[in-house]
């Protein structure tokens, strides 16, 4: 299936096929870990944050493999499905920790028959509770959990400050439940349908959770929060590590002399030389050049430069 059948700026209506698309981008999507190759060094630093009961800080520039670290840890380790939080200026710890629908709540006991009458009967609180991507990391389990703490220094300034208290105590409190008639009170989970019981409104771990926090370098962190952290910065990609990297995601060899190792040579002599560019970047570029239906001459070369540009500017 030869792409040149696609948009073609016609205007003419017409029905295509695509042709398969590369193997990161199949829905639903793959394990994404079992393609990673650690770049040097890395392995130590995970090993020392397990072993330490630590959170791994990982920085880097965009596209060096930060948030897919901790997809191979957890497959390798059987850690279970990665817990996810994405943070942002607007994320909160209570939010990580647990999330209440107050007016969700409210609503119901409105609507319930009789609600006036017997307010204690319609009191129930759980469905309106969910445990957040940290909260469920701290529960009680006996083996460690994975969570994934995304974009931290995209974070307001006084979260990562807050957030090292919780992970030093390994326990949180749910104020809602604290002060609630009934315990235990089963609350649902970050991933899936699973309900946890909650005693009391407290949560305290008992295996500390295997922690990845990463970080574009947008912002420093107090020496008290950098402390606490395994820190690892991932390094400028060399030949032999890209090569084994696009080996890796195309299920084929790098040909020595062919046009993937040229690209590959010649991605490596602009990241020396100061150019802001991802790995992902280098392995779109590197599918239109193994697909036998991919572009050839001249418009190959146009598509390699498109996709391949810099990503500092627009
Ligand atoms: N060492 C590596 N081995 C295999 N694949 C890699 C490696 N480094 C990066 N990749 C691939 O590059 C892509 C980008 O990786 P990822 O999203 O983890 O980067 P990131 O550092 O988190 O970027 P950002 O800062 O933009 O979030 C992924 O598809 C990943 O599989
Ligand atoms: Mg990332």
């Known amino acids: 299936m030869s792409w040149t059948t696609y948009y073609v700026g016609d205007g003419r209506p017409r029905d295509v096929v695509l042709a398969d698309p590369p193997p990161w981008r199949t829905f639903p999507r793959k394990p994404l870990g079992t393609q990673f190759r650690p770049p040097q060094g890395l392995t130590d630093a995970v090993n020392a944050a397990l072993h330490l009961r630590r959170p791994l800080l990982l920085t880097g520039p965009a596209g060096s493999g930060k948030s897919t670290v901790i997809e191979q840890v957890s497959a390798e380790l059987r850690l279970g499905p990665v817990l996810r939080w994405h943070l942002t200026s607007r994320s909160t710890l209570a939010d990580a920790l647990c999330r209440y629908d107050a007016l969700g709540r409210l609503h119901a006991q409105r609507l319930q028959p009789g609600a006036g009458d017997a307010p204690a009967d319609h009191d129930d609180i759980a469905p309106f509770l969910r445990l957040g991507p940290l909260g469920t990391a701290l529960l ?31 326990e949180y409190e749910i104020p809602e439940l604290v ?32 922690i990845v926090m990463t970080s574009n370098g947008e912002r420093d962190f107090p020496a008290p929060f950098l402390r606490r952290c395994i820190r690892y910065r991932m390094p400028k990609p060399t030949d032999a590590m890209l090569r084994h990297v696009v080996a890796a995601h195309l299920g084929c060899d790098v040909l020595e002399g062919g046009p993937v190792a040229e690209l590959i040579t010649s991605f490596v002599e602009r990241l020396h030389a100061g150019e802001s560019l991802a790995v992902d970047q280098l392995l779109n570029a590197a599918h239109l050049l193994t697909d ?5 001459g001249e418009q190959r070369e146009r598509l390699v430069r498109l996709l391949v540009r810099e990503l500092a500017g627009d």
């Open 179 to 210: 002060r609630h008639r009934h315990s235990p009170v089963p609350v649902r989970g970050w991933a899936g349908d699973q309900h946890h019981p909650i005693e009391r409104g407290r949560v305290q771990c008992t295996a500390f959770p295997f």
């Open 140 to 170: 009680p389990s006996e083996r460690p959990r994975a969570l994934l703490i995304d974009e931290v220094d995209k974070s307001d300034l006084d979260l990562p400050s807050d957030l090292l208290d919780v992970l030093e105590r390994g």
């Open 292 to 296: 036998p239906d991919g572009p050839q």
